[in-house]
């Protein structure tokens, strides 16, 4: 709450009077809510609270995602280990974690640290990124994200072509083309060739 109000310059007593409806704020005060709490300003015209729209079941039940994820994580673990043809022990031995924790995390009954997750994945040479959730809600989440930061490197004058509903026919038209294979490609190239001679 207090983070909130300082976000928007005011006192958490009037964000209260905002959010009970006693009070409205002004344009650059919901401007600077919405920018803080990274969700579009036209989210505060819906009548739908962010709650209901945002937060499916897994992520109101956060211990229950925790537990299944570490599942996932301890049978992805297991599955690495055994690919290396490595024992408990070897990596208990390289790890300085013991057999019995290690065995814990296999099995998805104890989370894994990422210190420690980040030496088991380095001894079994992967990265951690490849325990990120790539399904459910989070998954979802991670790859919006990862799209958004995407299109937010592109040029300025690209992003804004992108931008523009009149343009979709050619982005539909680029989409097609980088599907073609490169016989076919080279034959649409030839037949503009001969249209514009």
Not at 5 to 31: R, Y
Not at 105 to 131: C, D, H, K, M, Y
Not at 147 to 170: G, S
Request: glycine content about 6%; hydrophobic content about 40%.
């Amino acid at each position: 709450m207090e983070e909130c109000a300082a976000a928007i310059g005011v006192s958490p007593e009037i964000l209260k009077s905002f959010e009970a409806g006693e009070a409205a704020p002004s344009l650059p005060q919901l401007e600077a809510l919405a920018f803080f709490l990274d969700l579009p300003i036209e989210h505060f015209w819906g009548s739908e609270a962010l709650s209901e729209s945002t937060l499916d079941a897994s992520l109101q039940n956060p211990d229950r995602l925790a537990e299944l994820r570490n599942r996932i994580i301890g049978t992805r673990l297991q599955m690495l280990r055994n690919e290396s043809g490595m024992t408990l022990e070897t990596l208990a031995a390289l790890s300085s974690i013991s057999a019995d924790r290690l065995k814990t995390f296999e099995e998805g009954t104890s989370p894994v640290s990422l210190p420690e997750l980040e030496v088991i994945a380095n001894i079994l040479e992967t990265r951690v990124e490849s325990f990120f959730d790539d399904h459910g809600t989070i998954g979802a989440w991670r790859t919006q994200q990862t799209a958004i930061q995407k299109f937010m490197d592109l040029p300025e004058q690209h992003q804004q072509f992108i931008l523009q509903p009149v343009n979709r026919p050619y982005l539909d038209l680029a989409l097609r083309l980088s599907e073609l294979s490169v016989e076919k490609l080279r034959g649409v190239a030839e037949g503009l060739l001969e249209i514009t001679y």
